[in-house]
């Protein structure tokens, strides 16, 4: 595919990865940014971290309790969250599957299969 050239994809024809029990994840890298479709069953956790990487999230399905920077917030379908670099968080799910896109830039190269 030639760079600059413009894509269309649907989810449900992206392979989707098992990155950890109850956490399986699809994504569309770019050049600066890439799009992380992840699946959660309930109650899985995701541990506190960080990352240089600027992060968006937006809840698709599901509610989940986030920590960010070590405050507690439960957000629901349709919010979106903001994480600057270096910012501490991560997730518990909540009783129901919790589908998130997260978007990061510039990509997160240790998500790349070599």
């Known amino acids: 595919m030639p760079i600059g050239a413009a894509v269309h994809s649907a989810w449900d024809q992206l392979p989707r990865t098992r990155i950890a029990e109850g956490i399986d994840r699809q994504m569309i890298v770019g050049d600066k940014l ?10 899985v956790d995701t541990p506190i971290h960080s990352h240089p990487n600027e992060q968006m999230t ?5 509610r989940v309790r986030f920590t960010i920077a070590g405050e507690a917030r439960v957000a629901a379908p349709g919010d979106v969250l903001h994480f600057p670099s ?3 968080h991560g997730a518990t799910m909540l009783d129901e599957e919790v589908v998130l896109i997260d978007i990061f830039t510039p990509i997160r190269e240790d998500f790349i299969v070599p």
Request: hydrophobic share 45%; net charge positive; aromatic share 0%.
């Open 86 to 88: 270096n910012v501490v």
């Open 58 to 62: 937006i809840v698709e399905r599901g």
């Open 34 to 43: 890439m799009m992380c479709r992840l699946t959660l069953r309930p109650h």
